[in-house]
C-alpha cells in the first residue's frame, strides 16, 4: 500500500509542477499497484489482509481510507475495519495483528498498539460509524497518562502503559482521530438541523393546506 502512497503522492506532486511526464508516468504505477493489491491482497470475506498469500490481518489496513487508496464507501474498506475491529480488539483497543499468526521473531503476547487503536477511531468515521468512532475516541482518552501523554503500546487489561513513552506516533494518530470526530459530529449536526428545517417547512405546508385561504369575492 505505501508503494502506492509513494507513487500517488509523487504524481500529484509532479502535476503541481506541471511536470506531465512525470505525472502520467508515476500516476500509471500507482494504479498498478493499487489494482495488484486488489487483486491479490483481499481474502474470500473481501477483507485486505497482512499480504499476499496469507489470511492474517494487520492493523495497518485501517489506513486505507485514511490514505485514500479506496473510497471509504467501497465494501472492502468496511469489512476490512470491521474485521479488525472483531479479531484484533482486546478490550476495545487493538493489536498491531496476531503473533501466532505473523513471523516477526517476537514470541510471548505483546500490548495494543495506541497507534492503530487511534486509526480505528479514524476509521470508524470515515465509514460512517460515527457512534463506534466517538465511543472509543473517549475510551481511549481515558488511558492518557497523568500529563496527556501516550506511550507506543498500552496494555489492556492493566491500562499500563509500555513500550516507548512518549510515542509522537500515536500523538499524531491521537489528534487525527479527534478531528475525524469532530468532523464527524459536525456535519452529523449539519444533517439534523436540515431535516428539522424540512419538517418545518413540512409542518407550515399542512398547516396551510388544512386551512386554505378564501379566494376574494
Keep these: ?53 496469507t489470511d492474517a490481518l494487520d492493523a495497518s489496513c485501517l489506513l486505507l481510507p485514511l490514505l485514500r487508496f479506496l473510497p471509504p464507501d467501497d465494501p472492502r474498506v468496511a469489512a476490512t475495519v470491521n474485521a479488525i475491529a472483531d479479531e484484533l480488539s482486546v478490550d476495545g483497543l487493538v493489536r498491531r495483528y496476531k503473533v501466532s499468526e505473523t513471523d516477526d521473531g517476537m514470541h510471548g503476547e ?72 469532530i468532523r464527524a459530529d459536525h456535519e452529523l449536526s449539519l444533517q439534523q438541523q436540515l431535516l428539522d428545517a424540512r419538517r418545518r417547512e413540512g409542518g407550515m405546508d399542512r398547516e396551510i393546506g388544512a386551512h386554505p385561504q378564501e379566494e376574494p369575492e
Excluded at 493489491?37 to 483481499?42: A, F, I
Excluded at 509500555?162 to 470526530?181: C, D, R, S, Y
Aim: proline letters at 2%; charged letters at 25%.
Design 1 to 53: 500500500m505505501f508503494c502506492w502512497v509513494a507513487c500517488d503522492r509523487g504524481a500529484r506532486l509532479a502535476r503541481l509542477r506541471e511536470d506531465s511526464e512525470r505525472a502520467t508516468r508515476w500516476q500509471a504505477v500507482a494504479d498498478e499497484i493499487r489494482a495488484e493489491v486488489c487483486e491479490k491482497g483481499v481474502d474470500e470475506r473481501g477483507v485486505f489482509v497482512q499480504h499476499y498469500d
Design 110 to 181: 505483546e500490548g495494543t498498539f495506541a497507534i492503530c487503536s487511534f486509526w480505528l477511531v479514524s476509521a470508524y468515521a470515515e465509514i460512517g460509524e460515527v457512534a463506534k468512532a466517538r465511543a472509543l475516541c473517549e475510551k481511549l482518552l481515558g488511558y492518557a497518562s497523568p500529563l496527556y501523554l501516550y506511550a507506543e503500546e498500552i496494555d489492556a487489561r492493566s491500562g499500563r502503559h509500555l513500550g516507548n513513552f512518549p510515542q509522537a506516533f500515536t500523538h499524531l494518530a491521537l489528534i487525527n482521530a479527534v478531528m475525524h470526530v
